[in-house]
């Protein structure tokens, strides 16, 4: 069993569509992050979660709303997205020592999303 | 400026090859330090965390120098399965601030 489990691998769906990416993490980490990776661009990070508080959201579109109902689990729900949203979505996790510096991140397999 | 730089490469080296890779990062306060790889269409992976004094694990090495704001990676004696992307990872405080790389590619030919 991976650390890490993102549901589904792959997703296709319409510019109508709501849809719901699903991340867990078995690490028993504190903090739990939301990553978009398009075609030959660097990760961008999108939402950072410590201790079911998000802590970061870079500016991401209002179409992207994170959910984190406990330390293990963390969601994306996607509403009304673009075609240029069409990217690798990867959650990662990682332990806060207290000193808010990030440990190392773990990640899921990702969420191949294709916006049609 | 980025706030990580990498050499986008790609770099091609025959097995057996020693290959190093430099990341550059700007902002003086970062913390935490790692090289990361990636295989096409896959997960990142965390490959070593960087430290002070440098570190070795294996064929690889990874060395930081703050004074000069840049970390490197070293990989001795190339395999065919070293070939994919190195990703440079940089921390700092203030809302948990995890910067990547563009990441540099690399392709190990036999």
């Known amino acids: 069993e991976t650390g890490v489990t993102q549901t589904p691998r792959h997703l296709v769906m319409g510019m109508t569509n709501k849809k719901s990416l699903k991340c867990e993490q078995h690490?028993?980490?504190?903090?739990m992050y939301w990553y978009k990776q398009s075609a030959k661009k660097p990760l961008e990070l999108m939402f950072v979660?410590?201790?079911?508080?998000?802590?970061e959201n870079n500016s991401v579109p209002s179409r992207f709303s994170p959910e984190c109902p406990n330390s293990s689990h963390l969601f994306l729900h996607l509403h009304t997205l673009q075609p240029e949203d069409s990217a690798l979505y990867l959650c990662a996790s990682s332990q806060d020592r207290g000193d808010r510096v990030n440990t190392e991140a773990f990640f899921g397999q990702g969420t191949r999303l294709t916006v049609v | 400026r980025k706030e990580v730089e990498q050499d986008p490469g790609p770099f091609n080296v025959p097995e057996g090859a020693t290959v190093a890779f430099n990341c550059t990062y700007s902002n003086s306060a970062s913390q935490s330090f790692f090289w990361y790889r990636q295989d096409c269409r896959k997960e990142p992976k965390l490959l070593m965390s960087v430290y002070s004094s440098g570190n070795e694990d294996g064929r690889f090495t990874a060395q930081l120098n703050r004074a000069s704001q840049y970390i490197s990676l070293l990989i001795r004696d190339s395999k065919l399965s070293d070939s994919a992307t190195y990703l440079c990872?940089?921390?700092?405080?203030?809302?948990?601030?995890?910067?990547f790389g563009a990441g540099t590619r690399l392709f190990v030919k036999a």
């Open positions: 979660y410590s201790l079911e508080e998000r802590v």
């Open positions: 990872v940089v921390t700092h405080t203030g809302g948990f601030k995890t910067i």
């Open positions: 690490l028993g980490h504190n903090a």
